[in-house]
C-alpha cells in the first residue's frame, strides 16, 4: 500500500495539529503545509461543500473572500461536473475532473483540476481535495496577482511555463516598447514630411492639404479665401556672394517677417527654395489684401546682418482669390497665383498683383501655342534661315547668320520673335535650338564640299546655353559630326547676355569658346550698359554693330559721331567691326566712310531658305558688284 492512502483509496491528510501529535496511518500522511507545496492552488472541501483550508495560491486570487467556512459552491462557480454543482454537496464522489470559475474583482477566470477523496485529521475523517492548476490562465493570473512558480504546481508542468510566460511577456513588453518608438519616429517623420526643415513652417504637401480643406468645406460654412505666392528677388545674388549660410539666415528671417505680418490668422507656408505661400481665409476685400502683400514686400526689403555684411532681397508677390461661391480646385488657385507671379517678374519685380481673367486667358493661349511648338518639332516645321554678310568694298560673301523661322501651317512663315519666348516658357527652347543648328551645319558643311566658300556660319547663343558648361564639347563634336573646323563657327552672343546675374560664370563660358576654338561676335554692341569694359573682358574677335547706330547715320551727326567713335575704339582693339540693318544707299556709304567694311541688312539680302543662299551665292560671285548684289536681292525669293 503506498504511503498516506487509506485501505479505500483516500488519502491520508493531517491537520497541523495532529501532525504534531501522531504519526499518520499506515505510511506518511500529507500534511498542509506539503499540500500547499505540491498543489498551492487548492481547496480542501467537507463532503457538505464547505471549505475547511485554502491553499495559499487560492488566497491571492481571493484576497478578500474568507474561505475557510464559506461553501464551495458559492466561492467558485462549478461547471464540471455539472451533477455536483446541482446537488451542492461532495458526498459520495470519487476522483473526477473539474472545471470552476473563479470571480476575481469581476474578471472571472477559468481553471481546470481534479476532485480527491481524503481522510484528514486523526479521526481520518473524510473530506475531498480540490487540486485546481491554472492552465491558459496562468499569464492573466501572472499579470494580475504576481504568481511565480511558487503559485503553481510543478506536478503539472505550471512551474516550468511560468518561466515561459515570463519570456513571452517581456517579448511582449519589448514589442510594445518597440511599436511605441516605432509610432513616435512615424509621427516625427510624418510631421518632418510636412514641415521645412529650416524655417520649421509647413511645407507644399502641408499646404496642399490645408487649401483642398478650406476649398471643400460645405457651402455655408465657406469664406472667401486669399493665396499669395511670394518669391525672393535678388536671394540667388546673396548665396553667389555671401554663402549659402547668409542665404539660409535670409530664409529664416524672411520666415519670421512672414509670421509677423499675417499673425496667427494666417497660413504660411514655405513650398521651394526661395518660394513661400501665404493662405489667408476669411480674406478681406481686394484693397485690403493689397495692402498686406505692400507690408510683407516691406518687410521682405528690411536688409538681413551677415557677419559684418548686409543681406538685402526683396519680394514678389501672386495673388489668387476664391470666392466664397467659387467652385475650384486647390491646383487652380496656386497655378492663378504663380500666373500672377509670373506678370510681376515679367514687369520688373519688387510689388504685388492680383490674377485676372486676362492672365488666365493669355496663359490658356499659352499653352495652346506651346503645343502647337512641340508638334512643330515632331513635323520639322522649325527651319534655319540664312543671311548673308558682305564685304561692302568688294561684294564678297564673308559669312551667314543663322535665323530660326517656323512654317506653321496655318500662320505662314514665323519671325523668333513670335515664338521663341513661348519655346523657352514652354521648356522647348533647348530641344528647338539643337535641331535648328544641326540643321545649320548639315547645310554648311553641304555648302563647302560643293565649292562654295563661305568663310563663317554665325550661330546665336543664348544666355541659358553659356550656362552649359558642356557647350564647348557639345558644339565641337557637333561641327567634327560634319566634318567642319571649329573655326568656321562664329558664336554670337548679346551684348545685354553679359550683364545679366551669375554674369562671371557667362564670362568663363565665353573664354572656355574661345579656347575651344570658336571665334566670338558681340551682337547688338553699343545698346549695353558698358560697352568698353565688354570689350576688355570678354575674347571677342567681332562687333556687330546695332542697327540703332547704322540706320539714318547719313543724316544725323549725333549717331555719326557716335558709330565712328565705336569703330576707332573697336579696331584699337584689333577687333573687327560688322555694321547691322544696313538698308540705304546713303547709310552704306557713310559706314564706309567711317572705317566700316563689312555689313549685313536688307540691302544686301534678305534672309532666305538654305536652298536659295547657294542660287545667291552663286549668282553673286557671278556678277561680283555691289549694285549687283543689290539686284541679286531683288530678283530672287526671299
Excluded at 483509496?9 to 504534531?20: K, L, P, Q, T
Excluded at 504637401?205 to 486669399?226: D, G, K, M, N, W
Excluded at 548639315?442 to 564640299?449: I, L, M, P, S, V
Amino acid at each position: 500500500m503506498p504511503p498516506g492512502r487509506l485501505p479505500d483509496g483516500s488519502v491520508a491528510v493531517e491537520s497541523d495539529h495532529d501532525r504534531i501529535r501522531q504519526d499518520p496511518p499506515d505510511g506518511m500522511a500529507l500534511s498542509g503545509d506539503g499540500l500547499d507545496a505540491l498543489v498551492p492552488m487548492h481547496l480542501l472541501v467537507a463532503p457538505g461543500g464547505t471549505i475547511l483550508r485554502a491553499g495559499p495560491a487560492m488566497a491571492k486570487v481571493l484576497p478578500d473572500v474568507p474561505l475557510a467556512g464559506a461553501s464551495l459552491f458559492d466561492a467558485v462557480k462549478l461547471i464540471k461536473p455539472r451533477k455536483l454543482a446541482a446537488e451542492r454537496t461532495l458526498a459520495g464522489s470519487g476522483t473526477q475532473r473539474v472545471q470552476v470559475v473563479i470571480d476575481t474583482n469581476g474578471k472571472p477566470v477559468r481553471l481546470s483540476g481534479l476532485l480527491l477523496p481524503i481522510v484528514v485529521g486523526a479521526r481520518h475523517e473524510r473530506a475531498y481535495l480540490v487540486a485546481l492548476t491554472p492552465g491558459p490562465a496562468l499569464p492573466r493570473l501572472m499579470e494580475q496577482f504576481g504568481f511565480t512558480n511558487a503559485d503553481v504546481s510543478g506536478a503539472d508542468g505550471s512551474s516550468d511555463l511560468v518561466f515561459l510566460v515570463n519570456a513571452q511577456q517581456q517579448l511582449i513588453r519589448d514589442a510594445q516598447d518597440m511599436s511605441a518608438r516605432l509610432l513616435a519616429a512615424k509621427h516625427e517623420a510624418e510631421k518632418l514630411s510636412r514641415s521645412d526643415m529650416l524655417t520649421g513652417l509647413p511645407n507644399r504637401r502641408a499646404l496642399e492639404t490645408h487649401l483642398v480643406r478650406l476649398l471643400s468645406r460645405p457651402a455655408a460654412e465657406r469664406r472667401r479665401v486669399a493665396l499669395m505666392h511670394l518669391d525672393l528677388d535678388r536671394f540667388k545674388a546673396v548665396n553667389d556672394t555671401l554663402g549659402h549660410a547668409a542665404g539660409d539666415l535670409v530664409l529664416e528671417s524672411a520666415a519670421r517677417v512672414l509670421g509677423e505680418v499675417i499673425g496667427e490668422s494666417g497660413f504660411c507656408a514655405r513650398v521651394g527654395g526661395d518660394e513661400f505661400v501665404v493662405v489667408i481665409d476669411a480674406a478681406p476685400d481686394d484693397a485690403a489684401v493689397a495692402e498686406l502683400a505692400r507690408r510683407i514686400c516691406a518687410g521682405l526689403r528690411q536688409p538681413v546682418q551677415y557677419r559684418k555684411q548686409l543681406a538685402e532681397v526683396g519680394a514678389s508677390v501672386g495673388i489668387a482669390i476664391v470666392e466664397p461661391e467659387a467652385e475650384i480646385r486647390a491646383e487652380r488657385v496656386i497655378l492663378d497665383a504663380d500666373l500672377a507671379l509670373y506678370e510681376v517678374k515679367r514687369q520688373g519685380r519688387g510689388h504685388a498683383r492680383f490674377c485676372t481673367p486676362e492672365l488666365r486667358r493669355r496663359y490658356e493661349d499659352f499653352h495652346l501655342f506651346a503645343r502647337e511648338i512641340e508638334a512643330g518639332l515632331q513635323r520639322g516645321e522649325f527651319v534655319p534661315f540664312f543671311q548673308p554678310q558682305v564685304d561692302g568694298r568688294t561684294g564678297r560673301v564673308i559669312g551667314v547668320e543663322m535665323l530660326a523661322r517656323w512654317r506653321h501651317p496655318e500662320r505662314g512663315l514665323l519671325l523668333p520673335g513670335q515664338f521663341l519666348h513661348f519655346a523657352e516658357m514652354a521648356g522647348l527652347l533647348e530641344r528647338l535650338d539643337i535641331d535648328l543648328r544641326r540643321a545649320a551645319l548639315d547645310h554648311y558643311a553641304g555648302w563647302r564640299r560643293e565649292g562654295i566658300e563661305i568663310a563663317s556660319l554665325g550661330l546665336n547663343l543664348s544666355s541659358a546655353q553659356l550656362r552649359n558648361e558642356d557647350l564647348a564639347d557639345q558644339l565641337a563634336w557637333e561641327a567634327e559630326a560634319v566634318g567642319l573646323p571649329v573655326s568656321s563657327l562664329c558664336l554670337e552672343i548679346l551684348e545685354s547676355v553679359m550683364f545679366e546675374e551669375n554674369s562671371a560664370v557667362l564670362t568663363r563660358a565665353c573664354a572656355a569658346l574661345h579656347a575651344a576654338g570658336f571665334s566670338l561676335s558681340l551682337d547688338d554692341f553699343g545698346t549695353g550698359h558698358a560697352a568698353i569694359s565688354t570689350l576688355i573682358h570678354l575674347p571677342v574677335s567681332r562687333v556687330k554693330i546695332d542697327r540703332s547706330f547704322v540706320q539714318g547715320v547719313s543724316r544725323d551727326r549725333r549717331i555719326r559721331a557716335l558709330t565712328r567713335s565705336i569703330i576707332l575704339m573697336a579696331k584699337s582693339l584689333d577687333i573687327a567691326v560688322l555694321a547691322e540693318g544696313v538698308e540705304e544707299d546713303e547709310d552704306l556709304a557713310t559706314m564706309l566712310e567711317l572705317g566700316c567694311n563689312d555689313f549685313q541688312g536688307f540691302h544686301f539680302a534678305m534672309p532666305m531658305p538654305a536652298e536659295e543662299l547657294s542660287t545667291w551665292v552663286r549668282a553673286a560671285e557671278g556678277r561680283g558688284g555691289q549694285g549687283d548684289l543689290c539686284q541679286v536681292k531683288r530678283t530672287l525669293p526671299i
